[in-house]
C-alpha cells in the first residue's frame, strides 16, 4: 500500500553537510511517522532520527545535535539534514514511514536506502 524511496546520499569530505529525502506514495493510507535509521558495514541497523505526526522528534545518541530532521505533510515527504559529517557517519541509510488504513495496525514501510560515504 505504500512505497518508500530516499534520494540525497552521496560522497561527502568530514565536516561537510547533506539533505536526504524520502517520499511515501500511495493511497488509502496515514502516516503515523516517519524516520531514519542507518547501518555501516559490519554493525547493526540503528535509529538516527524520527518525527511523529505531531511534530514530535527523537534522535539518536550519536547524532550530537548535527543532524535534523523534518516533514512536509502536503508531500509526504521527510527530510534528514545532516551537518559536520564524520566518517563514523558513513552508512547506508534506509527511510522508514509507519502507515496503516483507516481502522488497521499501522506497519513499517522501508525504503531500498541511500549511500552516506564521508571521507577526504
Known amino acids: 500500500q505504500v512505497q518508500v524511496a530516499e534520494s540525497g546520499g552521496g560522497l561527502v569530505q568530514p565536516g561537510g553537510s547533506l539533505r536526504l529525502s524520502c517520499a511515501a506514495s500511495?493511497?488509502?493510507?496515514?502516516?503515523?511517522?516517519m524516520g531514519w535509521h542507518r547501518q555501516a558495514p559490519g554493525k547493526q541497523r540503528e535509529l538516527v532520527a524520527s518525527?511523529?505526526?505531531?511534530?514530535?522528534?527523537d534522535y539518536g545518541d550519536f547524532v550530537k545535535r548535527r543532524f535534523t530532521i523534518s516533514r512536509d505533510n502536503a508531500k509526504n515527504t521527510a527530510f534528514l539534514q545532516m551537518n559536520g559529517l564524520k566518517a563514523e557517519d558513513t552508512a547506508v541509510y534506509y527511510c522508514?514511514?509507519?502507515?496503516?488504513?483507516?481502522?488497521?495496525?499501522?506497519?513499517?514501510?522501508w525504503g531500498e536506502g541511500t549511500l552516506v560515504s564521508v571521507s577526504s
Open positions: 522508514v514511514v509507519y502507515a496503516a488504513p483507516r481502522g488497521q495496525v499501522p506497519m513499517a514501510y
Open positions: 500511495g493511497s488509502g493510507f496515514g502516516i503515523w511517522s
Open positions: 518525527i511523529n505526526v505531531g511534530g514530535s522528534t
